[in-house]
């Protein structure tokens, strides 16, 4: 019976009894390169710069438009500092369709509002308005870095980061003391910490002298001593507060990663790291997409939804006479963004048999959405049998997965505007515990298994 049954039924095995100690060796290699990656790329901003520098360290060339490309060129596009667009161009036309791997590099934080800088009580703080889907409580009483540009009216671009280096002072929120809080204790958790009242502490030295103000002054006196900024400049400014965590090995095994930021930069740099360690020349031209704005709906020029990305596949179209649209048609694309792992901490939310588990290998959704599937793209039988063969060809583990019980909650990614555009799309990604929190925790077994997930994709002989 055990025989029959090995031949008819589906089991998965943990990702560690499938692989080897050249695999593993390999899987720490990776490991240390995206903990260093995650550590240096605190906003998308920053992990856009370390992507360009990465990329041209691997021969990859800022793209002019109207230059002439032939197969094995490897070529970027910056949109804005904010969002990023790689491609290696393959030995096919583009008129037969592109690989595509997109992944975004925003991540929830504390963002400072507009007019940030207010003094109570001879205390000075940074009003805030958060951006991405966060629970407010976890944001308080934890270090944070202060990160960010400031764009002067005279064209001037000032970078901001404050918290980083081992001497540099951070910041806070505080919370109210245990002794004190007993009506805090009794709102929900969705109460007890309000939008409004997420104020960064960020100074309580008096300026020397008489009058009102004198703690804001001091403050603003150092920013303007380091930076030649003013009040007003933080008007035309996108200034913001992330965990001051080190991405460190969580684990006396050392197994886990954890981190601020794994989503999704974690996918973001397997598809990063598979575009510099693909064939010379693939067969279809490769696209690695690093996006902005999925957090909070893909909006706006550097978001998967702007033109940004029809206007940098059309140039390289009008390179070789091909149409976008039947490239688009013809192409495949991996969302990669990351999933729910399963926590035995919280087994009332999931459906234990259709939930990631941690070590199991890269997540593939065939669809997110929320209650009756709403608003997926649901990528087609055909398109999950595509992959099921690519990653058994590569010996890639992986495991199908969904976003908790149904009815339970829900979410979504990049596909939907991907699939939009008629492209065949499913999401890929490494299954998280604490998604969205300050501190994140993955897997570097599904950290490694995504990378070679998108790897083999890409080197894939179409
Ligand atoms: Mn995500
Ligand atoms: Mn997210």
């Not at 893909?298 to 978001?303: A, D, E, I, K, P």
């Not at 939804?305 to 490239?327: I, K, P, T, V």
């Not at 599904?446 to 790897?455: P, R």
Request: charged share 25%; hydrophobic share 40%.
């Amino acid at each position: 019976m055990d025989e029959i049954k090995k031949e008819l039924f589906y089991e998965q095995k943990n990702g560690y009894d499938l692989i080897g100690t050249d695999e593993r060796i390999k899987m720490e290699n990776y490991s240390a390169a995206y903990m260093s990656y995650l550590n240096d790329a605190r906003t998308e901003r920053e992990a856009v710069k370390l992507a360009i520098e990465l990329a041209e360290a691997k021969g990859f060339k800022e793209y002019k438009v109207g230059s002439e490309l032939k197969p094995g060129d490897r070529i970027y596009r910056n949109n804005r500092g904010k969002a990023l667009m790689l491609a290696v161009i393959g030995e096919k036309c583009l008129c037969e369709g592109a690989v595509i791997a997109g992944a975004h590099v925003d991540a929830p934080r504390i963002d400072l509002k507009q007019k940030p800088l207010y003094e109570t009580d001879e205390l000075a703080y940074f009003k805030t308005h958060y951006y991405g889907g966060i629970k407010k409580y976890q944001w308080v009483t934890i270090p944070l870095e202060l990160h960010g540009v400031v764009a002067l009216k005279n064209g001037e671009l000032v970078d901001i980061a404050i918290g980083r280096d081992a001497d540099d002072p951070q910041f806070v929120i505080t919370d109210l003391l245990p002794h004190l809080a007993k009506d805090q204790v009794s709102k929900t958790m969705a109460e007890g910490i309000t939008g409004e009242g997420l104020n960064i502490l960020i100074g309580s030295a008096p300026y020397a002298g008489e009058g009102s103000d004198r703690v804001k002054l001091a403050v603003m006196s150092i920013l303007n001593d380091r930076y030649g900024i003013c009040e007003e400049d933080f008007l035309s400014a996108e200034l913001t507060a992330v965990p001051a965590f080190d991405v460190r090995e969580i684990g006396l095994d050392r197994s886990l990663i954890g981190g601020y930021g794994h989503d999704d930069r974690v996918c973001a740099f397997a598809e990063l790291q598979a575009m510099f360690d693909m064939d010379e020349v693939p067969s279809k031209t490769c696209v690695c997409l690093l996006a902005d704005k999925e957090e909070i709906g893909s909006m706006g020029v550097s978001g998967m939804q702007s033109q940004a990305f029809e206007c940098f596949m059309e140039d390289l179209c009008e390179q070789q006479g091909a149409s976008l649209r039947r490239c688009f048609e013809n192409s495949f694309c991996i969302s990669a963004d990351v999933n729910n792992a399963f926590d035995p901490n919280f087994p009332e939310v999931s459906e234990k048999r259709n939930e990631a588990k941690l070590n199991y290998g890269v997540g593939i959704c065939k669809f997110t959405g929320a209650r009756g599937k709403s608003g997926t793209s649901d990528a087609s039988a055909e398109v999950v049998a595509h992959l099921r063969r690519i990653f058994a060809d590569n010996s890639v583990v992986w495991q199908m997965c969904e976003l908790g019980k149904v009815d339970q909650g829900g979410g979504g990614t990049i596909a939907q505007y991907m699939a939009n555009r008629n492209i065949d799309t499913i999401d890929a990604g490494v299954p998280v515990l604490s998604m969205h929190a300050p501190f994140e925790v993955v897997s570097k077994f599904d950290c490694y298994m995504t990378y070679k997930a998108v790897l083999s994709a890409y080197n894939e002989k179409y």
